[in-house]
């Protein structure tokens, strides 16, 4: 992106036009995971232009009386293509859009659908109609043309049952947090997966802008004792046998919640806390420097006014 | 310093734009303020690029009111001066530190008001200036948008309040200070400029170690790292003063560092 802007301000109409073109399509590629249930994958990588925001996976179940989403993407223009796409596969319209949590990634896009199909927990949606403006401008700085039309929305259906039919196809609905406020996670009772929402991350570091790392541990206890087969997490590949994002995500919480209070009383700094090792069985996870020194930066100075003491003779 | 800064920055401008200093090397961040940056501070005195002078900063500004850098010179023999600024901010200078008995390091956290060059700038005993430094991409606002402690309205009760920790390592102490303050940039609808200007640590005997200057463009709230060269045992005195005239004291045993820490990288 910072290249692109660059070359914006020295190239001049001929870059402007290549930029654009690239921002027309996102590339929405429904891979079926169970039957009448497939995964978009987002990139696993960081909200960035060459991507478009395109970095959270949504899932598209097909019911007896239509199509339901579990998140829809950045933009109205990605859930726009994704409506698209999905009612293609299923040949019956979407009728049900669940927003797992607040994050732009997973729902800036929801404009693109009647607010009276959009569901998500009651702290989702007073987290939205708190921070989507904020969220929107940072989108809008970052992404510039692919976020065209994306007027901010506010879902307009609280969650506040346990679980919801379609048809005979029953969603099973867990109120959770830790990732935010109000995490969501469903389980499709007939394929047995289990879609985890940002609570859960696979091969690819656990980021945590607005986590709190207790509950959020405490949700992913009761995941894993939830019955299921396979799992999607929020990011990173499809975990076929259901355990491995859990723990994985787990691991990462639990170092970060140990190492980052190491780091100040060993008197890191904010710098070298975000420079410091990761431990080598993270290998395998995308963005880990990346998502750690995001961390740093969102629980260090509250850690350092935990940790240390005071020097002006006041206790 | 402090003020030679600003004189010098009056008097270039009262000499008009057609004056450059011939010797100012070509910027290899291509920042449309290195001219003006370097004849404000450097002047007349010889200046290069020097990769040596490591200025570190994390990949992403996740929060551009609270970016933290650290110049680190501590490869670079005769440092007398270290000044970290940032080019495309409102308030360039963030901070212009003499180590005077400590090494040639610095580590804290500043604005951001847009996309920039963060760099470090590090003087010799003979004048000449030593620069590095990279650009950050970084959201608007860090320098104009109110304070998080202006919104939620308890600056004040927590004014001055200083934390810190002070351990052994090596041939000094790694000394870690933390103020609560606002850090008010004059940028902000009806909050006027307020800020902690100047920063001293000296040992028991009153041997000074280190001072700096300091501008609003340092987060509230700020945090500085510095290395004085002490022993286990000695007793750190720090004091800061902001622009209102009010002092800040905090003393600090240097203790040993814990056992079973981190690896430091140095």
Same mark, same amino acid.
């Given at each position: 992106m910072?290249l692109?802007?660059?070359s914006?301000?020295?190239?001049?109409a001929?870059?402007?036009?290549a $930029?654009n073109a690239?921002?027309t399509?996102?590339?929405?590629?429904?891979?079926?995971?169970?039957?009448?249930?497939?995964l978009?994958?987002?990139a &696993?990588?960081? !909200?960035?232009?060459?991507?478009?925001?395109?970095?959270?996976?949504?899932?598209i179940?097909?019911t007896p009386?239509?199509?339901?989403?579990?998140?829809?993407g950045?933009s109205? @223009?990605?859930? @726009?293509?994704?409506?698209?796409?999905? *009612?293609?596969l299923?040949?019956?319209?979407?009728?049900?859009?669940?927003?797992?949590?607040?994050h732009?990634?997973?729902?800036?896009?929801?404009?693109?659908f009647?607010?009276?199909?959009?569901a998500?927990l009651?702290?989702t949606?007073?987290?939205?109609?708190?921070?989507?403006?904020?969220f $929107?401008?940072?989108?809008?700085?970052m992404l510039?043309?692919?976020m065209?039309?994306?007027?901010?929305?506010?879902?307009?259906?609280?969650?506040?049952v &346990?679980? *919801?039919?379609f048809?005979g196809r029953s969603?099973k609905?867990?109120?959770?947090?830790?990732?935010? $406020?109000?995490?969501?996670?469903l389980? &499709?009772?007939? $394929?047995?997966?289990l !879609?985890?929402?940002d609570?859960?991350?696979?091969?690819r570091?656990?980021?945590?802008?607005?986590?709190?790392l207790?509950?959020?541990r405490?949700?992913l206890?009761?995941l894993?004792?939830?019955?299921?087969?396979?799992a999607?997490?929020?990011h990173?590949?499809?975990?076929?046998a259901?355990?491995?994002?859990?723990?994985?995500?787990? &691991?990462?919480?639990?170092?970060?919640?140990?190492?980052?209070?190491?780091?100040?009383?060993s008197?890191?700094?904010m710098?070298?806390?975000?420079?410091m090792?990761?431990?080598?069985?993270?290998?395998s996870?995308?963005?880990a420097?990346?998502?750690l020194?995001?961390?740093?930066?969102?629980?260090?100075?509250?850690?350092?006014?935990?940790?240390?003491?005071?020097?002006d003779?006041?206790? | 310093?402090?003020?030679a800064?600003?004189?010098?920055a009056?008097?270039m401008? =009262?000499?008009?734009?057609?004056?450059?200093?011939?010797?100012? /090397? %070509?910027?290899?961040l291509a920042s449309?303020m #290195?001219?003006?940056?370097?004849r404000?501070?450097f002047g007349?005195?010889?200046?290069?690029?020097?990769?040596?002078?490591?200025?570190?900063? /994390?990949?992403?500004?996740?929060?551009q009111?609270?970016f933290?850098v650290?110049v680190?010179?501590?490869?670079?023999p =005769?440092?007398?001066?270290i000044v970290?600024?940032?080019?495309?901010? +409102?308030? +360039?200078?963030?901070?212009?530190?003499?180590?005077?008995?400590? %090494?040639p390091?610095?580590a804290?956290?500043?604005?951001l008001?847009?996309?920039t060059?963060v760099?470090?700038?590090?003087?010799?005993?003979d004048?000449s #200036?030593l620069?590095?430094g990279?650009w950050?991409?970084?959201?608007?606002?860090?320098?104009s948008?109110?304070?998080v402690?202006?919104?939620?309205?308890? #600056?004040a009760?927590?004014?001055?309040?200083?934390?810190?920790?002070?351990?052994?390592?090596?041939?000094s102490?790694?000394?870690?200070?933390?103020?609560r303050?606002?850090?008010?940039?004059?940028l902000?609808?009806?909050?006027s400029?307020?800020?902690?200007?100047?920063?001293?640590v000296?040992?028991?005997?009153?041997?000074s170690l280190?001072?700096m200057?300091?501008?609003a463009?340092?987060?509230?709230d700020?945090?500085?790292?510095?290395?004085p060269?002490?022993?286990?045992?000695?007793t750190l005195?720090?004091?800061?003063?902001d622009?209102?005239?009010?002092?800040?004291?905090?003393?600090?045993?240097?203790?040993?560092r +814990?056992s079973?820490?981190?690896?430091?990288?140095q």
């Open positions: 910072n692109s802007r660059r914006l301000l020295c190239g001049g001929a870059v402007l036009c $930029s690239r921002a399509e996102y590339q929405i590629e429904p891979m079926p995971i169970a039957e009448g249930l497939w978009v994958r987002g &696993d990588e960081p !909200i960035q232009h060459s991507n478009g925001g395109a970095i959270a996976n949504i899932v179940i097909a009386v239509g199509t339901v989403l579990c998140d829809c950045p109205v @223009r990605f859930a @726009r293509q994704l409506k698209a796409t999905a *009612e293609r299923t040949g019956k319209p979407v009728v049900r859009v669940y927003l797992t949590h607040l732009p990634d997973h729902g800036l896009g929801l404009a693109a009647d607010p009276a199909i959009v998500a009651p702290g949606i007073t987290d939205i109609a708190r921070d989507g403006r904020g $929107s401008d940072a989108m809008y700085r510039d043309d692919w065209r039309g994306t007027e901010l929305a506010v879902p307009g259906r609280r969650i506040d &346990d679980h *919801e039919d048809g969603l609905l867990l109120a959770l947090a830790g990732h935010s $406020s109000a995490d969501l996670a389980l &499709d009772e007939r $394929s047995g997966v !879609i985890g929402g609570l859960l991350f696979h091969n570091a656990p980021s945590t802008p607005t986590a709190d207790g509950r959020w405490q949700s206890t009761t894993q004792a939830l019955p299921h087969q396979g999607i997490p929020g990173g590949p499809y975990d076929p259901g355990m491995e994002a859990i723990s994985q995500t787990r &691991d990462w919480i639990d170092w970060l919640e140990a190492a980052l209070p190491d780091a100040v009383t008197g890191l700094d710098v070298e806390a975000g420079n090792p990761i431990p080598p069985r993270f290998a996870l995308v963005a420097r990346y998502e020194q995001r961390s740093v930066s969102h629980f260090y100075p509250g850690l350092e006014e935990k940790l240390l003491p005071r020097i003779g006041h206790p | 310093m402090h003020k800064i600003v004189a010098t009056l008097l401008a =009262g000499q008009g734009t057609g004056w450059a200093n011939p010797a100012f /090397p %070509q910027d290899p449309p #290195w001219e003006a940056h370097a404000t501070l007349d005195d010889p200046v290069r690029f020097d990769d040596r002078v490591h200025v570190i900063f /994390p990949e992403i500004a996740e929060n009111r609270v933290p650290a680190d010179a501590r490869g670079i =005769g440092v007398k001066r970290l600024f940032a080019d495309l901010n +409102p308030i +360039p200078v963030a901070v212009d530190y003499r180590p005077t008995a400590a %090494q390091y610095l804290t956290r500043i604005k008001d847009q996309r060059p760099r470090g700038a590090v003087q010799l005993a004048g #200036w620069v590095s990279g950050i991409d970084a959201a608007g606002g860090g320098c948008a109110p304070p402690s202006r919104v939620k309205g308890d #600056w009760q927590h004014l001055g309040e200083m934390r810190g920790e002070a351990l052994a390592n090596k041939d102490a790694r000394l870690r200070v933390t103020f303050h606002p850090m008010d940039t004059g902000v609808e009806n909050i400029t307020y800020y902690i200007e100047t920063l001293s000296k040992d028991s005997g009153g041997k280190g001072d200057d300091i501008w463009s340092v987060s509230e700020p945090a500085f790292t510095i290395l060269i002490v022993h286990d045992g000695e005195t720090i004091d800061a003063r622009t209102n005239g009010r002092d800040y004291g905090g003393r600090i045993k240097v203790s040993p +814990p079973g820490t981190l690896a430091l990288s």
